[in-house]
Nanobody
């Protein structure tokens, strides 16, 4: 049984920080690229971070670059998204996903290429 479970979301004030976790079970993250995506009401899903399966190369869009950091801990079979300096526009449901295709040197922030998804965790940035 393959499963991804996000956790760590919640309500945070602007400028605050949150650390999201994505725990994998039923498979090993070692051979998968990991992506974090978010979707706000009325908006399209957008990628906010990804990390490659083999060399830990990462990618971020300009909207979160310098504020968000993706990491993986293969020993714990868990991925993380550290978010800092949060802004109201970061409010969304955040999803982790994995891509089975092995890419060398890069990952891509395109949701259609990811194979398995978690259920999401709500992040609300508000004062």
């Amino acid at each position: 049984q393959l499963q991804l479970v996000e956790s760590g979301g919640g309500l945070v004030q602007p400028g605050g920080s949150l650390r999201l976790s994505c725990a994998a079970s039923g498979f090993s993250l070692d051979y998968y690229a990991i992506g974090w995506f978010r979707q706000a009401p009325g908006k399209e899903r957008e990628g906010v971070a990804c990390i490659t399966s083999t060399d830990d190369n990462t990618a971020y869009p300009d909207s979160v670059k310098g504020r968000f950091t993706i990491a993986r801990d293969n020993a714990q079979n868990t991925a993380y998204l550290q978010m800092s300096d949060l802004k109201p526009e970061d409010t969304a449901v955040y999803y982790c996903a994995v891509e089975a295709l092995v890419r060398v040197g890069h990952c891509i922030l395109v949701d259609s290429v990811y194979d398995y998804w978690g259920q999401g965790t709500q992040v609300t940035v508000s004062s």
